[in-house]
């Protein structure tokens, strides 16, 4: 059986577990370093806020191990703030975080008006839904990365090796689908 640590210190971690309950996936909330002692096939950043986020990990110690877990091929899926922590570099702010991902990301890119919005578009070759909440975008994708979605033009979705990230919130559809190809990755391996 698949188990998948989410990380459970700020956000929306919750919508994450139900959908993995769903597809008959074994979760866990990772909230403090012992929770990391429980082992994982696959691990989930999920959305919210990304300084908080990163400031929590580093007060928590759970920084390193989960930088380290993941550079040494753990699958994780980066969900909006999530894919914020996984850039190796981000435009607009000066807070960096893993930087294990090689894509460049900008920070709550579509301005006030557009801070949330939902759409059905292509990740890969189906289109699923996506919900965007004061959401981010890649703005650059480095060698080694595949693109797995551009929504108006921006790129909402990319993959590196062990490395899942969307700009959107899949766990807040009820489309299973792109955790499901979350799965197919831990599988691969
Ligand atoms: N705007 C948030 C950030 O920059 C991300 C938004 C989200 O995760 N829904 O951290």
Known sequence: MITIGILAVQGAFIEHQYILEKLG????????LRDLKKGMDGLILPGGESTA?????HDLGLFNPLKDL??????VLGTCAGMI??????TNDSHIHFQTMNIEV???AYGRQLGSFFTNALFGDQEIPMTFIRAPYISKVGPGVEILSVVNDRIVAARE?????????????DSTYLHEYFLS?????
């Open 185 to 189: 990755i831990i599988k691969a391996r």
């Open 70 to 75: 993941i550079k040494s091929g753990l699958p």
């Open 106 to 108: 900008e920070r709550n």
């Open 85 to 90: 922590l996984l850039a190796n570099k981000l």
């Open 25 to 32: 996936v074994k979760t866990f909330e990772i909230r403090q």
């Open 53 to 57: 986020m990163g400031k929590l990990l």
């Open 161 to 173: 090796n062990n490395q899942l990230a969307t700009a959107f919130h899949p766990e807040l559809t």
